[in-house]
């Protein structure tokens, strides 16, 4: 965080970028966490943060999860493992299907393997759109989902409503999308 203290008006190169890649998440992390990537293909990879060794702001960093063709990251969470047997991964397809599943499923892994299934991926549930850690009993439980779709259909779901399932499974329906051809784009924990 010091390395970001004193930024230009021109700004500061944070990462490098290879082609095709992007930046979408930056949390904070006291070095003794844990890592979830969740892919749209709806794999998973849980590894220890000290797998990631301090690197300067110019480098482009490692491998987190080994990603298939046509496939990639769109969830990534920090972990605290005092608290991992309490906190559920919630994942939401594009359409429509979600579930909590408890991290306890989850076994550590090395950074840069090809994970374990998080969703059961289907014509009919859609690919993964994101993810989001959450606590089982902590006050999330108390907060709502809010969904929106590409064509603008929005709902709010208590969290509390979301069916806590199993790894392999697909989930159950959160959205009723209306409008054919419309995919979920995004979710929000409020």
């Known amino acids: ?47 220890k943060e000290d797998n990631v060794r301090p690197m300067g702001r110019a480098a482009s960093g490692v491998r987190g999860i080994k990603l298939k063709d046509a496939d990639n990251v ?40 090809s994970g374990i299934k998080t969703a059961n991926v289907t014509a009919k549930t859609g690919k993964v759109i994101g993810s989001m850690a959450v606590g089982e009993n902590l006050n999330d439980d108390k907060s709502d989902i809010i969904a929106i779709s590409g064509k603008g259909q929005t709902i709010r779901v208590p969290m509390k409503s979301v069916s806590k399932l199993g790894r392999a499974t697909q989930g159950v329906r959160i959205m009723r999308l209306k409008e054919p051809n419309d995919k979920v784009s995004n979710v929000a924990l409020v």
């Open 74 to 113: 769109v969830g990534m969470d920090v972990i605290n493992p005092d608290k991992a047997s309490q906190t559920l991964l919630f994942v939401i397809t594009a359409n429509g299907y979600g579930k909590k599943t408890s991290i306890k499923e989850y076994k550590i892994q090395s950074r840069g393997g």
């Open 1 to 47: 965080i010091e390395d970001f203290a004193n930024v230009r008006r021109s700004g500061l190169i944070a990462i490098k970028l290879h082609s095709g890649d992007a930046l979408e998440w930056v949390k904070p992390s006291n070095g003794k966490n844990e890592i979830m990537l969740i892919s749209n293909n709806g794999q998973a990879i849980r590894f």
